[in-house]
């Protein structure tokens, strides 16, 4: 039985730390130097969207609509307003390096998953048929799908219309490197909902392991608790980047540089490019995971994942205390010790949190540094050994390669 706990709130520290490393990677990538980036804008029909969209030109998974941002009546009034004739946002695209004509979204999204939607039939595998609803300029078209139009002679007028309604759409080519579109992705979305990495990271390291990890997290409900209360993914994808941090760190601990961007890039990567033969590892840590989430739940309570501060656990869901916590959790003996001294364990996290600077600052600031996180495993690591009175292999710096290592 799961226990009761209330929801952490997020905020986006992390990604505002994860746009200034953008910024500063794009920076060195463009200082001095001319690319022969091509961009042309080009008025694309409705019509010719959506027979992109379905031979999958435009990459639209079927795991991404469970990451589906939009309510219906947005939805519905985007779609309503194509039937008017109003303008609409552009599309901004990106050209596949690896299959010419085939293209990566930069921008338009959710525009572009709705015209999937409303296209579908109510037979098709991958996308939920969208119909209209809570329309009231034209009400006559609320539970209408664009099926139901096609077969109706008196819409025939209308779906004209709307099929040759034009999108603004801007398609980049040659692009230098993922810095280039990642630099993109971030000024295009600057000032509006701030949008996880991740999103762009789904598109530009496709692979069995990236399906695996968008599957895992819309299914296990360990991992969707701990963003919200109704057991529903993050639609900005922040469980599938805190999957693949935990994956980088059980995998790929001695190559962090401090990078965390870059480390989970790299991660992802690794991790398709090597699917054939570590799936049935990587299946078994996510399985550890979730056994590690549980147990930080039934130890912390409510307080699970988040600082003390001397007085009151913060509200904040803290990702530096996620690290520590999955890392040694994941022991299933380590787990067992831990339950059987849950007082124990809280108020060694509190005696921590209070009386070690350096795991406070671990854990505070500059968290993402190979000495953070090198300090926040050791100085946990060794807390646990004393408490639970076992051996627990940590993690350490070695001073030589400036890179963290497991103990011999």
């Given at each position: 039985m799961?226990?009761?706990?209330?929801?952490?709130?997020f905020d986006?520290?992390?990604?505002?730390?994860?746009?200034?490393?953008i910024?500063?990677?794009a920076?060195?990538?463009?200082?001095?130097?001319?690319y022969?980036?091509v961009?042309?804008a080009t008025?694309?029909?409705?019509?010719?969207?959506?027979?992109?969209?379905?031979?999958?030109?435009?990459?639209l998974?079927p795991s991404?609509?469970?990451r589906?941002?939009?309510?219906?009546k947005?939805?519905?009034?985007?779609i309503?307003?194509?039937?008017?004739?109003?303008?609409?946002?552009?599309?901004?695209?990106?050209?596949?390096?690896?299959?010419?004509?085939s293209y990566?979204?930069?921008?338009?999204?959710?525009r572009?998953?709705?015209?999937?939607?409303?296209?579908a039939?109510?037979?098709?595998?991958?996308?939920?048929?969208?119909r209209?609803s809570?329309?009231?300029?034209r009400?006559?078209?609320?539970?209408?799908?664009?099926?139901?139009a096609?077969?109706?002679?008196?819409f025939?007028?209308?779906?004209?219309?709307?099929?040759?309604?034009?999108?603004?759409?801007?398609?980049?080519?040659?692009?230098?490197s993922?810095?280039?579109?990642?630099?993109?992705?971030?000024?295009?979305?600057?000032?509006s909902?701030?949008?996880?990495?991740?999103?762009?990271?789904?598109?530009?390291?496709?692979?069995?392991?990236?399906?695996?990890?968008?599957?895992?997290?819309?299914k296990?409900?360990a991992?969707m608790?701990l963003?919200?209360?109704?057991?529903?993914?993050?639609?900005?994808?922040?469980?599938?980047?805190l999957?693949?941090?935990?994956?980088?760190?059980?995998?790929?601990?001695?190559?962090?540089?401090g990078?965390?961007?870059?480390?989970?890039?790299?991660?992802?990567?690794?991790?398709?490019?090597?699917?054939?033969?570590?799936?049935?590892?990587v299946?078994g840590?996510s399985l550890?995971l979730?056994?590690?989430?549980?147990?930080?739940?039934?130890?912390?309570?409510?307080?699970?994942?988040?600082?003390?501060?001397?007085?009151?656990?913060?509200?904040?869901?803290?990702?530096?205390?996620?690290?520590?916590?999955v890392y040694?959790?994941?022991?299933?003996?380590?787990?067992?010790?831990?339950?059987?001294?849950?007082?124990?364990?809280?108020?060694?996290f509190?005696?921590?949190c209070?009386?070690?600077?350096?795991?406070?600052?671990?854990?505070?600031?500059t968290?993402k540094?190979?000495?953070?996180?090198?300090?926040?495993?050791?100085?946990?690591g060794?807390?646990?050994?004393?408490?639970?009175?076992?051996?627990?292999?940590?993690?350490?710096?070695?001073?030589?390669?400036?890179?963290i290592?497991?103990?011999?």
């Open positions: 799961e226990p009761s706990h209330q929801q952490a709130s986006d520290e992390d990604y505002q730390d994860e746009e200034a490393l910024q500063e990677d920076s060195a990538l463009l200082a001095g130097k001319n022969d980036a961009v042309t008025d694309w029909t409705v019509e010719t969207l959506i027979s992109q969209l379905k031979k999958r030109n435009i990459k998974d991404f609509q469970r589906d941002a939009w309510t219906l947005r939805k519905s009034e985007f309503e307003s194509l039937f008017l004739g109003l303008p609409v946002p552009q599309v901004v695209l990106a050209e596949s390096k690896d299959r010419k004509g990566i979204v930069l921008d338009g999204k959710q572009l998953l709705t015209l999937r939607q409303f296209s039939t109510s037979q098709d595998p991958e996308f939920k048929q969208l209209l809570g329309l009231a300029l009400a006559d078209l609320n539970g209408v799908a664009m099926v139901d096609t077969d109706n002679p008196d025939e007028d209308d779906l004209r219309f709307f099929e040759n309604q034009t999108i603004r759409t801007v398609v980049l080519r040659n692009w230098p993922e810095d280039y579109l990642y630099l993109v992705f971030l000024r295009l979305n600057s000032g909902l701030p949008l996880s990495p991740q999103e762009l990271r789904q598109v530009v390291s496709p692979g069995s392991f990236t399906d695996f990890a968008t599957d895992f997290t819309s296990s409900a991992v608790g963003f919200n209360s109704n057991q529903q993914p993050d639609f900005r994808m922040r469980d599938v980047e999957s693949i941090r935990y994956f980088g760190l059980v995998n790929y601990l001695d190559g962090y540089t990078n965390l961007k870059l480390f989970l890039d790299e991660t992802s990567q690794k991790l398709n490019t090597e699917w054939d033969s570590l799936e049935k590892n299946r840590q550890e979730e056994n590690a989430i549980q147990v930080t739940w039934e130890v912390f309570s409510e307080n699970a994942f988040r600082k003390w501060n001397g007085k009151d656990f913060e509200r904040r869901f803290n990702r530096a205390v996620f690290d520590v916590m040694f959790f994941r022991d299933s003996s380590t787990r067992l010790k831990a339950l059987e001294n849950r007082e124990a364990v809280i108020k060694g509190k005696s921590l209070e009386q070690s600077g350096p795991f406070r600052t671990s854990i505070e600031t968290t540094s190979i000495g953070a996180l090198s300090t926040r495993l050791q100085l946990w060794k807390k646990l050994s004393e408490i639970l009175d076992i051996e627990v292999p940590i993690p350490k710096l070695d001073k030589n390669t400036g890179r290592t497991l103990a011999s």
